[in-house]
T-cell receptor, first 115, second 114 residues
Framework: EAGVTQFPSHSVIEKGQTVTLRCDPI?????LYWYRRVMGKEIKFLLH????????ESGMPNNRFLAERTGGTYSTLKVQPAELEDSGVYFC?????????????FGNGTRLTVT | AQSVTQLGSHVSVSEGALVLLRCNYS??????LFWYVQYPNQGLQLLLK??????LVKGINGFEAEFKKSETSFHLTKPSAHMSDAAEYFC????????????FGKGTTLSVSS
């Protein structure tokens, strides 16, 4: 089975520009998560989709971040306008169900650098 | 608030030596606990999980972890380190109070020397 795929693997943009990250979850996984790791810090939860609906977006830092999952398949995370503190690695993860014992499957991440 | 503490951001061992990576959690109820590993240029991969069955959990690549409720710990061990174990290791907790989110520790980078 194909794993969680994220694109691009790296992105370097200037402050004030827009960037869109994409995540393709494992086929059939209704649950999709975004996490972020700022350098030197913990991996932190951003939000959770169940199919196309936002189940929990309590971790989204501010309104410059917009996540979508149209059709309940792939998801995009747009940062507009990007700021220096948005730099970090953005991870996407998916899972089949909402059982807390079910581990998440993570993608390789997108490394975002804002200069 | 729930938290996960990984003692030691960097751990260095010699090949063949014991690996011990420490993880302590704070939670008002027994949580579900996970260890993930990230090899260079790869995503996070599940090593093992504790889900309230056996307190000693065996994972992939010879790793195991023991859940100790009295110490609120879930330390990761491997009897004999291999060069291929060099990676970053993350302890994470999931419990009811955290909603659907996993709460991660800051990670521990393991270096293995020959």
């Amino acid at each position: 089975e194909a794993g969680v795929t994220q694109f691009p693997s790296h992105s370097v943009i200037e402050k004030g520009q827009t960037v869109t990250l994409r995540c393709d979850p494992i086929s059939g996984h209704d649950n999709l998560y975004w996490y972020r790791r700022v350098m030197g810090k913990e991996i932190k939860f951003l939000l959770h989709f169940v199919k196309e609906s936002k189940q929990d977006e309590s971790g989204m830092p501010n309104n410059r971040f917009l996540a979508e999952r149209t059709g309940g398949t792939y998801s995009t995370l747009k940062v507009q306008p990007a700021e220096l503190e948005d730099s970090g690695v953005y991870f996407c993860a998916s899972s089949q169900d909402l059982d807390r014992r079910t581990p998440l499957h993570f993608g390789n991440g997108t490394r975002l650098t804002v200069t | 608030a729930q938290s996960v503490t990984q003692l030691g951001s960097h751990v260095s061992v010699s090949e063949g030596a014991l690996v011990l990576l420490r993880c302590n959690y704070s939670s008002s109820v027994p949580p579900y606990l996970f260890w993930y590993v990230q090899y260079p240029n790869q995503g996070l991969q599940l090593l093992l999980k504790y889900t309230s069955a056996a307190t000693l959990v065996k994972g992939i690549n010879g790793f195991e972890a023991e859940f100790k409720k009295s110490e609120t710990s879930f330390h990761l061990t491997k009897p004999s380190a291999h060069m291929s174990d060099a990676a970053e290791y993350f302890c994470a907790v999931s419990d009811q109070q955290a909603g659907t989110a996993l709460i991660f520790g800051k990670g521990t980078t393991l270096s293995v020397s020959s």
